[in-house]
């Protein structure tokens, strides 16, 4: 059968640990379907209201205790990892039950996304993380070695980078697992951003890996035959909420970058799913997939979401 990675959004998994506990079985018990037809499926998610919630508390804990810890972006980011696949292992593990599946495993990999520290994205961080401050030195006291900004009249803001993904710390082993045949979750949101210096000694940076990109490079580096972008929309469309808006039930990478140059696309938003799944294609994936978490089967067989192809 096929080798597919699947993109989840963070925001498909609540906002707090008991809200996400129960969301994930949602996804968990498709993908339990999808492994019990034959296909090798490796998953990723996003994290942002979760590394939010995470780095916002432990902000509002020093404010009133400044003998409580600043915790940085790259161990927060470590930390949601760590929560979410707790709560995704029980949930695809217990749907593999309901399955039948006894001998399937899965398997959570703390990720680690090497990034250029030369990268243009660290000379201009656009990429807002934790809580708004009143004033500009409070912003700064509360986010040490950070590059601070006003956010649109609604107080200062800690910013970070988003750098393009190249690899991953254990890359090697990562496709062991996948071959092995644990389902493996892999790339969480974006993978912290881990820069390698001229010795090849790495450490984690702040910033913010757009996980769409980073799951596209590992389904490339997988050699997956299918990407899945998993979102709230049924089709990826074009002159979105005009009376001439179309779904894109086919688009090629030439198509695609045509409705990028006429802005068709939300930066942040579509864009970065479009863009990702292009990607996929020109590194040399059969196809990719944009759609809905609750259509995940009808995507696969063409029923409905927007299917990209290199030509």
């Known amino acids: 059968m096929s080798r597919i990675v699947i993109a989840l959004g963070g925001n498909a998994l609540g906002n707090n640990p008991e809200e996400q506990k129960e969301l994930v079985k949602v996804p968990a018990a498709k993908i339990a379907e999808l492994v019990k037809a034959g296909h090798e499926v490796i998953v990723g998610h996003g994290n942002g ?3 939010g919630m995470i780095f916002n508390g432990f902000v509002s804990a020093h404010s009133v205790n400044p003998k409580s810890p600043l915790v940085p972006l790259p161990e927060a980011g470590a930390m949601s990892q760590g929560y979410i696949g707790y709560h995704m292992v029980n949930a695809i593990t217990n749907a593999f039950k309901n399955e039948g599946l006894k001998n399937k495993e899965v398997l959570y990999i703390l990720t680690q996304t090497l990034v250029d520290p030369k990268d243009p994205a660290f000379q201009n961080p656009t990429k807002p993380i934790g809580p708004f401050f009143a004033t500009e030195a409070e912003a700064v006291a509360a986010n040490p070695n950070s590059t601070i900004v006003e956010d649109a009249g609604r107080g200062y803001r800690k910013v970070v980078a988003s750098p393009k993904p190249l690899n991953f710390v254990g ?13 493996v979750i892999v790339g969480g949101g974006g993978g912290i951003p881990t820069v390698e210096d001229e010795n090849g000694f790495i450490k984690g940076v702040d910033g913010v890996i757009d996980k769409d990109f980073a799951l596209a490079k590992m389904a490339a580096l997988a050699k997956a035959d299918y990407f899945i972008v998993l979102t709230a929309v049924d089709f990826v469309k074009v002159n979105y909420n005009k009376p001439d808006q179309k779904d894109l039930k086919h ?6 970058e045509k409705y990028i140059a006429e802005k068709q696309f939300a930066p942040g938003s579509m864009l970065p799913k479009v863009q990702a799944a292009i990607k996929f294609v020109e590194e040399g994936g059969k196809a990719a997939f944009i759609g809905d978490l609750k259509d995940l089967e009808n995507i696969l067989a063409e029923k409905i979401g927007t299917k990209v192809t290199l030509n």
């Open 251 to 256: 688009a090629t990478k030439a198509e695609l």
């Open 171 to 183: 890359i090697n082993q990562i496709k062991k697992a996948i071959e092995s045949g644990a389902t």
């Open 49 to 51: 209201p979760q590394v």
